[in-house]
């Protein structure tokens, strides 16, 4: 249970495009789910929290004009990285919380990244 | 505010012998605290959480952590380590009481090799 599917895996593109990244729960409803990115050996930064049915929650420094999140319904967010730039090549990791449960004590459920490459 | 520390970038291990992962917290009031690992080019996986209780914790793949609320300490171990466990660990936590969306904090992550 608690299984979290991201899509694509893997993304290439050029310099000013846009791509946009599914987070999809399949097993559970989650209110929240979270937006990380990551770069080669370091840990998770956490870009933003995505609320079903209101706006996300960007952490400092974060350019929420940039990563457009949208999180319609209670089993999928999705990242939008708007005029991509080869310096927003990343790997970006998306993970969601049950819903309905406790909040505080549940771990959160990862979805397997998506490396994205801009040239 | 809430941080976590993993002292050690990298762990070796022979195949065989314990492994420990080190963490250590700082959070106000209560903490929660998690272990996940990480394989190349993949999502994290989640091992185990402390919440409340007992303070050594089982969960997958063998592993087991230990809470220690005097060290503020939440180290990860095995007693006997695979070549299958090697991969990148984190460690996370948040406080019991905080914002209500539920943020964690990792650490920076260890990475573990196991030698055959």
């Known amino acids: 249970g608690a299984v979290v599917s991201q899509h694509p895996s893997r993304v290439i593109c050029k310099s000013g495009t846009s791509v946009k990244i599914e987070c999809r729960s399949l097993d559970f409803q989650a209110t929240t789910m979270f937006w990380y990115r990551q770069f080669p050996k370091q840990s998770l930064m956490l870009m933003a929290t995505?609320?079903?049915?209101?706006?996300?929650?960007?952490e400092q420094g974060v350019e929420k004009d940039k990563f457009l999140i949208n999180h319609a319904s209670l089993t999928l967010s999705t990242l939008t990285v708007t005029s991509a730039h080869p310096e927003d090549s990343s790997f970006y990791i998306c993970?969601?919380?049950?819903?309905?449960?406790?909040?505080?004590?549940?771990?959160?459920?990862f979805g397997d990244g998506t490396r994205l490459s801009i040239l | 505010a809430q941080s976590v520390a993993q002292p050690e970038d990298q762990v070796n291990v022979a195949e065989g012998n314990p492994l420990t992962v080190k963490c250590t917290y700082s959070?106000?009031?209560?903490?929660?605290l998690f272990w996940y690992v990480q394989y190349p080019n993949r999502g994290l996986q989640f091992l185990l959480k402390?919440?409340?209780?007992?303070?050594l914790v089982k969960g997958s793949y063998g592993f087991e952590a230990e809470f220690n609320k005097s060290q503020t300490s939440f180290h990860l171990k095995k007693p006997s380590a695979l070549v299958s466990d090697s991969a990148l660990y984190f460690c996370?936590?948040?406080?019991?009481?905080?914002?209500?969306?539920?943020?964690?904090?990792f650490g920076a992550g260890t990475q573990v090799v196991v030698t055959p």
């Open positions: 996370a936590v948040r406080a019991q009481r905080t914002d209500s969306w539920g943020k964690f904090q």
């Open positions: 993970s969601a919380r049950p819903s309905g449960q406790g909040l505080s004590n549940q771990p959160q459920h």
């Open positions: 402390y919440i409340t209780g007992d303070n």
């Open positions: 995505s609320n079903e049915g209101s706006k996300a929650t960007y």
């Open positions: 959070v106000s009031g209560n903490p929660y």
